[in-house]
């Protein structure tokens, strides 16, 4: 499961993703 975090930086939205689970990398 993948968390999208928006990032407000000078007026532009980057999208960081952020992996919710820990042993979870191999889907």
């Known amino acids: 499961m993948y968390i999208y975090i928006p990032n407000f930086d000078e007026n ?13 990398e191999n889907e």
């Open 12 to 24: 532009k939205v980057t999208y960081v993703m952020t992996v919710a689970d820990d042993d979870s």
